[in-house]
């Protein structure tokens, strides 16, 4: 059984760099053909997808994000990461990782919990 | 980008009530959509992906159907445990796009 989890700073200053990681555990994520993803929700809102990376390289990032996002694996420890820059108080969000499945349809079928994020000083 | 739109936004309903949440894209998406459920405080849950097949371990009565634009997910007799909020997720092209959710509630 997967199990992913997040883990970061709940509180973030204007202007920094948010960083999450999402420990994975039950299937390696530099092997079996998955994505890797990152997804956020807004207070009360619905979700919006950050980006995804697979094969521990390549990467596709929401263009609406993608002047500030990084997402990078470490295989060594089965985790993958994400650094989004010049946070602002619009990022404040509900952060999650999600494994993607490896058919050409990519669904989001594993979740993390969620970490939550504040932006303010 | 793929825009995603859902209806209604809200609904109640009683238990053993049939449900239908409809969920429409703006441009042909074949069956590259998906449907999730989310309680007050967890993560979403995939209940339906490629538009019709129901993830493991989802009860049957979660059926999705339609292609092309317009898709509906249906809970045929609705119980307690499914009051929640439901989101389709388009993964035609990214940047992968969810609708904007339908609640529901107790009547």
């Known amino acids: 059984q997967v199990q992913l989890q997040e883990s970061g700073p709940g509180l973030v200053k204007p202007s920094q760099t948010l960083s999450l990681t999402c420990s994975v555990s039950g299937g390696s994520i530099s092997s079996g053909g998955y994505y890797w993803s990152w997804i956020r929700q807004h207070p009360g809102k619905g979700l919006e997808w950050i980006g995804y990376l697979y094969n521990s390289a390549s990467l596709f990032y929401n263009p609406s994000l993608q002047s500030r996002v990084t997402i990078f694996a470490d295989t060594s420890k089965n985790q993958f990461s994400l650094m989004l820059s010049s946070v602002t108080a619009a990022d404040t969000a509900m952060y999650y990782c999600?494994?993607?499945?490896?058919?050409?349809?990519?669904?989001?079928?594993?979740w993390g919990q969620g970490t939550l994020v504040t932006v303010s000083s | 980008d793929i825009q995603m739109t859902q209806s209604p936004s809200s609904l109640s309903a009683s238990v053993g009530d049939r449900v239908t949440i409809t969920c429409r894209a703006s441009?042909?998406?074949?069956?590259?959509l998906h449907w999730y459920q989310q309680k007050p405080g967890k993560a979403p849950k995939l209940l339906i992906y490629?538009?019709?097949s129901l993830q493991s371990g989802v009860p049957s009565r979660f059926s999705g159907s339609g292609s092309a634009t317009d898709f509906t997910l249906t809970i045929s007799s609705l119980q307690s445990e499914d009051f929640a909020t439901y989101y389709c997720q388009q993964s035609y092209s990214t940047p992968f796009t969810f609708g904007p959710g339908t609640r529901v509630d107790i009547k």
């Open positions: 490629a538009a019709s």
């Open positions: 441009q042909i998406i074949s069956t590259y």
């Open positions: 999600a494994r993607v499945s490896r058919s050409s349809w990519k669904w989001f079928d594993y």
